[in-house]
């Protein structure tokens, strides 16, 4: 079992949608949890970083953790075709807090 | 904002040869990682430090080794280039002083060929 599992996509959705984008982990230590996004050729960067359960939300992005369940998922409201990209989730290590697992990346299509 | 250089976005070796892949952070941080990124396989931690002159291994560690002897400066060594390790190598640092903060920081990457 890989520690950080994603659908590897392409999942497509039309503008204006939500798109949903989910990650399960498998270290019920971790306390840190993260959504990267990747667009083609480029580096990651940070969306949302989340450390509770339940929501949180910063503009259209919602991330919502549940710890008892080890799933984190990701929500874009209102969808743009700037929102193509490669979404990564990641989760820090129990065993060495610094150390950041990341999944394989969900590939997100928004289609006009 | 945080600045994470790398020294090339593209290089180009020979099977045998011995290659640096320098990275320079600027903003104080204590910890420094390399990874490397393929299709299908994500990111994959191949070394990571947490303070000057330490390290720990990652998940890849086969063929490569690290030096840190600058805070601000961790160098990814391929002490003989092979095929194998062609890919896009992608240096990071976060500040684990505040949890809030332990965001990783990433630098433009290297597109590594190995031939």
């Known amino acids: 079992q890989k520690e950080v599992e994603q659908n590897s996509g392409p999942l497509s959705v039309p503008e204006g949608a939500i798109a949903s984008l989910n990650c399960t982990y498998s270290d019920r230590g971790s306390q840190s949890f993260f959504w990267y996004r990747q667009y083609s050729g480029k580096s990651p960067e940070l969306i949302m970083s989340i450390y509770s359960n339940g929501d949180k939300e910063d503009g259209r992005f919602t991330a919502q953790l549940n710890k008892a369940s080890q799933y984190v998922s990701l929500l874009i409201r209102d969808s743009q075709p700037s929102d193509s990209a490669t979404y990564l989730c990641?989760?820090?290590?129990?065993?060495?807090?610094?150390?950041?697992?990341f999944g394989s990346g969900t590939r997100l299509s928004i289609r006009p | 904002d945080v600045k994470v250089t790398q020294s090339s976005r593209y290089l180009v070796k020979r099977t045998g040869e011995k290659v640096f892949l320098e990275c320079v952070q600027d903003m104080d941080h204590e910890n420094m990682f390399w990874y490397r990124q393929d299709p299908g396989l994500g990111l994959r931690l191949i070394y990571f430090?947490?303070?000057?002159?330490?390290?720990e291994k990652g998940d890849i560690p086969e063929g490569y080794s690290v030096s840190r002897e600058k805070k601000e400066r961790f160098s990814l060594i391929l002490e003989s280039a092979s095929t194998n390790q062609t890919s896009m190598y992608l240096c990071?640092?976060?500040?684990?002083?505040?949890?809030?903060?332990?965001?990783?920081?990433f630098g433009p990457g290297t597109r590594l060929t190995v031939l």
């Open positions: 430090s947490y303070d000057v002159k330490m390290k």
């Open positions: 990641a989760v820090n290590a129990y065993s060495s807090a610094s150390k950041i697992i």
């Open positions: 990071a640092s976060t500040d684990s002083r505040d949890r809030d903060t332990d965001t990783q920081y």
